[in-house]
């Protein structure tokens, strides 16, 4: 960025997420009908682990060529063809239904596609965000990328079960393609700058292959020691939270119903919106870094108090604190990666980021149910091993309490994480040790800082 095109207001970025954010509420509408039509169709919950499958996968595979690719085409043209594409596969959905045709094996389809225009769709997001916010505003604009997380939680679970009762599936899914247009009209209203380069690098990026710019970002992260310890320490965070939250509804309705779970999930979605708005208000403090170790220590505090107890309140009440720290944690720290990566190679580079977060979430998914199942369940029942040990005194013995000990054990380990993050110099002077990637101009227009690394 030079001094001339440096944002100096968040307007722009603004209108892009109110558009994003009425297109998410209409494709949580669109998950929602479309997890209970299949139910209907199936009865079974094989469908529904092949549709998260399926909807994370391409990511994980995709990403880093996406990335590349998003650092050479224009970003915001890249945004308006995904979503443009996203909206068509909707409507497929919706003629499909309409006449009667639809099937399971064409919704996985979709979803496959889906998941390989959010690979162009979600980095391109990301990387424009440093074009379009002042560098002193990025924490407020990272808060509200996860208020949109956090209202889609709430919001899209509630109007759709009204909504699928009153005007069906095909409602909803029509009500999903209109939502396209605020996002794409959203897009053809503003402008996206895009990241200035060199004649060097132009003529560098052109002479390599889209095998060695997908590896780009790779690289790039481990030439930087902190950086590259920031993300290997998100990724077993994304593991143990994924890991935990896929277990939290079979533990309630191990000793509750399904209206505990609800409040439960509710608890945990607005516990995020709080902690969403308090960090789209706040700029972040000065050590960022502090803060985001701090706030994933908290986070597994939350872990362990809903491990501890066969309480419905108990377990709202970890789910509250958990996701109220995470818009902190998530947030900072995607500011320190947008600071400190130069928004040039931010595409690639927030791809692999990605796609590590992305990698994590499977693994998690086949691990738990079986570690639950076959290990810490029969562990704690009546009679089992640990039963009538302090792990028994302490979660409880019986149903559900195998899971809970789980989230103890969780919660433990990243606490011991968030230690040794803390404990390793690169990650904990990542903010010192690196120069600032992101030129921003004073009320003059003179560049205050603007140290542009070196793409390895």
């Given at each position: 960025?030079?001094?001339?095109n440096?944002?100096?207001?968040?307007?722009?970025?603004?209108i892009?997420?109110?558009?994003?954010?009425v297109?998410?509420?209409?494709?949580?509408?669109?998950?929602?009908?479309?997890?209970?039509?299949?139910?209907?169709?199936?009865?079974?919950?094989t469908?529904?682990?092949?549709?998260?499958?399926?909807?994370?996968?391409?990511?994980?595979?995709?990403?880093?060529?996406?990335g590349?690719?998003?650092?050479?085409?224009?970003?915001?043209?890249?945004?308006?063809i995904?979503?443009t594409?996203?909206?068509?596969?909707?409507?497929?959905?919706f003629?499909?239904?309409?006449?009667?045709q639809?099937?399971?094996?064409?919704?996985?389809?979709?979803?496959?596609?889906?998941s390989?225009?959010?690979?162009?769709?979600e980095?391109?997001?990301?990387?424009?965000i440093?074009m379009?916010?002042?560098?002193?505003?990025?924490?407020?604009?990272?808060?509200?990328?996860q208020m949109?997380?956090?209202?889609?939680?709430?919001?899209?679970?509630?109007?759709?079960g009204?909504?699928?009762?009153?005007?069906?599936?095909?409602?909803?899914?029509?009500?999903?393609?209109?939502?396209?247009?605020f996002?794409?009209?959203?897009?053809?209203?503003?402008?996206?700058p895009?990241?200035?380069?060199?004649?060097?690098?132009?003529?560098?990026?052109?002479?390599?292959?889209?095998?060695?710019?997908?590896?780009f970002?790779?690289?790039?992260?481990?030439a930087?020691?902190?950086?590259?310890?920031?993300?290997?320490?998100?990724?077993?965070?994304?593991?143990?939270?994924?890991?935990?939250a896929?277990?939290?509804?079979?533990?309630?309705?191990?000793?509750?119903?399904?209206?505990?779970l609800?409040?439960?999930?509710?608890?945990?979605?607005?516990?995020?919106?709080?902690?969403?708005?308090?960090?789209?208000?706040?700029?972040?403090?000065?050590?960022?870094?502090?803060?985001?170790?701090?706030?994933?220590?908290?986070?597994?505090?939350?872990l362990?108090?809903?491990?501890?107890?066969?309480?419905?309140?108990?377990v709202?009440?970890?789910?509250?604190?958990?996701?109220?720290s995470?818009?902190?944690?998530s947030g900072?720290?995607?500011?320190?990666?947008?600071?400190?990566?130069?928004?040039?190679?931010?595409g690639?580079?927030?791809s692999?980021r990605?796609?590590?977060?992305?990698?994590?979430m499977?693994?998690?998914f086949?691990?738990?149910?079986?570690?639950?199942?076959?290990?810490?369940e029969?562990?704690?029942?009546?009679?089992?091993?640990?039963?009538?040990?302090?792990?028994?005194?302490?979660?409880g013995v019986?149903?559900?309490?195998?899971?809970g000990?789980?989230?103890?054990?969780?919660?433990?380990?990243?606490?011991?994480?968030?230690?040794?993050?803390?404990?390793?110099?690169?990650?904990?002077?990542?903010?010192?040790?690196l120069?600032?990637?992101?030129i921003?101009?004073?009320?003059s227009?003179?560049?205050l800082?603007?140290?542009v690394?070196?793409?390895?």
């Open positions: 960025m030079t001094a001339n440096s944002p100096q207001s968040m307007r722009t970025f603004f892009i997420w109110l558009g994003q954010l297109s998410m509420i209409g494709s949580g509408l669109t998950g929602f009908g479309l997890a209970v039509w299949i139910y209907e169709q199936t009865g079974q919950a469908p529904f682990a092949l549709t998260v499958m399926f909807g994370n996968l391409p990511q994980v595979l995709i990403s880093p060529f996406a590349a690719l998003i650092d050479r085409w224009n970003r915001r043209l890249v945004m308006i995904a979503d594409g996203s909206a068509l596969i909707t409507l497929v959905f003629l499909l239904l309409a006449f009667g639809l099937a399971i094996w064409q919704i996985y389809l979709g979803v496959i596609l889906s390989v225009l959010a690979s162009f769709q980095p391109a997001y990301a990387a424009s440093t379009l916010v002042p560098k002193k505003d990025l924490p407020r604009a990272n808060g509200l990328m949109g997380q956090a209202l889609q939680m709430l919001i899209a679970p509630v109007l759709a009204i909504l699928f009762v009153s005007i069906g599936l095909r409602g909803i899914i029509m009500i999903d393609a209109v939502t396209f247009f996002a794409v009209g959203a897009l053809l209203l503003v402008h996206i895009q990241p200035q380069r060199t004649s060097q690098a132009e003529t560098a990026e052109t002479n390599r292959s889209l095998w060695r710019e997908a590896a970002g790779w690289h790039y992260l481990r930087r020691r902190g950086l590259f310890g920031l993300l290997i320490f998100f990724a077993l965070v994304n593991f143990f939270l994924n890991f935990s896929v277990l939290l509804g079979p533990m309630i309705l191990s000793f509750g119903t399904a209206a505990g609800g409040t439960a999930q509710t608890m945990g979605g607005v516990g995020m919106l709080i902690g969403s708005i308090a960090m789209s208000t706040w700029r972040g403090p000065k050590q960022r870094m502090t803060a985001v170790i701090g706030f994933i220590f908290l986070a597994s505090c939350g362990f108090i809903a491990g501890l107890q066969s309480s419905v309140w108990v709202a009440v970890g789910m509250f604190l958990l996701m109220f995470v818009p902190f944690g900072l720290s995607q500011t320190i990666f947008q600071t400190k990566v130069e928004p040039a190679v931010q690639r580079v927030f692999i990605t796609m590590i977060a992305r990698s994590m499977p693994v998690a086949l691990l738990a149910g079986p570690l639950a199942d076959q290990v810490f029969p562990l704690l029942r009546e009679g089992g091993a640990l039963a009538s040990t302090w792990i028994g005194s302490l979660v019986g149903p559900g309490r195998g899971i000990a789980l989230y103890l054990v969780s919660a433990v380990v990243l606490w011991a994480a968030s230690g040794l993050a803390w404990a390793n110099p690169h990650i904990r002077h990542v903010e010192t040790d120069p600032d990637a992101v921003e101009p004073d009320h227009g003179e560049l800082t603007g140290v690394e070196t793409a390895v």
